[in-house]
């Protein structure tokens, strides 16, 4: 879970004209004869959009715009598609953001409206309604609003999230696999209500479940490494290589990523780093044993 820079917002007045030209399609008119008072007053819902971090409210719902303005926003949001008009608010959102913000599981392939556009028309096309997420994501947030501030989704490009490490799991060897259970830590100080919303995210989008999904997958990379780590330096080889690696994925990506979090807790696993690996994860060779001696050395 992580936070976005917030995009800019210099040529949204531009992209609303381009979403509302008007054109005929099959003998129907479509887009919008918008003046450039009705111009004024979107782009006012989209300061107090800002003002408002995103939270909902019925004013950005739009009530004074015209019906048919609104509705010609909602259906431009069509536009922004490969190959359609508006195609570059998806390129520039999806640009650079590797992993889903989220979950941290895959690419982030969909734009998900943080306040869904079946409610608030206006917001369809406003950039910084624009969440890229993983489909996975963006399907399990679901449409709905909700009114009560603990069950809405963190706001990727305002939310505020503490600077420490809040993503914690604690993991157990049992059955012959390892099961990982990933939660707030409640040692990181940080506001109720941020922390109520975490977990509201994190068991909506079934995170637990998702990344039971990932773990022996990412663990597999690692595996003739922990076994060459624990051949040639046992208990304390195997401790610190998960630690040197958890380091650097911290680095790479960001402090509340799921797989250096992970990295970590079994760092701490005393049984898993005495050789208990080789019993969760697939087999690889031993060090030959002339190896094992020139480590030694
Ligand atoms: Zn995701």
């Not at 048919?68 to 640009?95: M, P």
Request: glycine share 6%; charged share 20%.
């Amino acid at each position: 879970m992580r936070t976005l820079p917030l995009p800019a917002r210099d040529i949204v007045r531009e992209q609303l004209i381009v979403a509302l030209e008007m054109y005929v399609w099959k003998g129907v008119q479509h887009g919008y004869p918008v003046s450039e008072d009705e111009l004024d007053a979107v782009v006012a819902l989209y300061d107090a959009y800002d003002a408002a971090g995103g939270a909902p409210g019925d004013p950005l719902k739009g009530p004074n715009l015209d019906q048919a303005l609104r509705t010609a926003i909602q259906n431009a949001y069509d536009f922004t598609r490969v190959g359609r008009r508006l195609a570059s608010i998806r390129e520039t959102l999806l640009k650079d953001v590797e992993r889903c913000p989220v979950c941290g599981i895959s690419a982030p392939r969909t734009l998900d409206h943080y306040l869904p556009k079946a409610s608030f028309h206006p917001l369809a096309i406003y950039v910084r309604n624009l969440i890229p997420l993983c489909a996975d994501c963006n399907q399990l947030k679901s449409a709905a609003a909700s009114n009560d501030p603990a069950e809405q989704f963190i706001h990727p490009y305002f939310e505020e999230l503490p600077n420490g490490r809040f993503l914690r799991t604690e993991v157990a060897i049992a059955d012959g696999g390892l099961v990982a259970d990933f939660g707030l830590d409640t040692a990181v100080e940080m506001p109720a209500l941020l922390a109520a919303r975490l977990k509201f995210q994190l068991n909506r989008l079934r995170l637990n479940e998702r990344y039971a999904q990932e773990i022996n997958t990412y663990l597999s990379s690692h595996t003739t490494a922990l076994q060459m780590c624990f051949d040639a330096l046992g208990t304390d080889g195997v401790r610190d290589y998960l630690d040197r690696q958890a380091t650097v994925e911290f680095s790479q990506f960001h402090g509340n990523y799921w797989r250096p979090v992970l990295l970590l807790a079994l760092a701490g696993h005393d049984d898993f780093c005495a050789g208990g690996f080789r019993d969760v994860l697939p087999q690889a060779p031993a060090l030959p044993p002339e190896a094992l001696a020139a480590v030694a050395q």
